[in-house]
């Protein structure tokens, strides 16, 4: 395998942070996920950056916490969900890693995000609806696309077999 980096990207709720910490034992590669690095420095949680800075100044924070941890090797990165459709951050995943798009269908994060506690669940569902094809818009630059909606271990194993190269990534949705 020759990546030393795995960018996990896409909606909320699609289980980047699960199949991160997966793919990380897996792999025996720290696991990094960018709303905890900024939590632990800002010492706020996600929600409050939005409520009391506003989500431009959180955007900014997002960008400057990927380009450090973009520096390192061997890990495993879960994104927000903001972070994957930025197009100057995804810039930096795809030149400096592997980048993989968790696709999921509204309905699917519609189940998997209802009793969560995320700045964005305020929109209504037309708003959130529309936020997702737009966001899916940058998404689908990514390496590889996955479908979300089938098990962490599925995900993990067809993730796995194409690091080592034994897959026809076109199979699994590639772009």
């Not at 939590?39 to 959180?58: H, M, N, P, R, S």
């Not at 955007?59 to 927000?80: D, M, P």
Request: proline share 1%; charged share 25%; with cysteine.
């Amino acid at each position: 395998m020759k990546e030393s980096k795995i960018f996990l990207i896409g909606f909320m709720c699609s289980g980047k942070s699960s199949l991160a910490s997966k793919l990380s034992r897996a792999l025996r590669w720290r696991h990094v996920d960018t709303d905890r690095e900024i939590e632990k420095l800002t010492g706020k949680a996600i929600a409050q950056i939005f409520k009391q800075e506003g989500e431009a100044f959180f955007r900014q924070l997002e960008l400057n916490v990927l380009s450090e941890i973009a520096k390192h090797e061997k890990i495993v990165v879960s994104t927000g969900g903001g972070l994957g459709a930025n197009k100057e951050a995804l810039k930096i995943m795809l030149s400096s890693g592997f980048v993989v798009w968790l696709k999921i269908d509204f309905e699917t994060f519609i189940s998997r995000c209802f009793q969560t506690n995320r700045p964005l669940l305020s929109l209504s569902k037309d708003e959130l609806r529309e936020l997702m094809i737009k966001r899916n818009e940058t998404y689908k630059l990514a390496h590889l696309t996955l479908d979300a909606s089938k098990t962490l271990n599925e995900l993990a194993s067809e993730l796995l077999h194409c690091l080592d190269g034994v897959c026809n990534v076109n199979e699994l949705g590639s772009n």
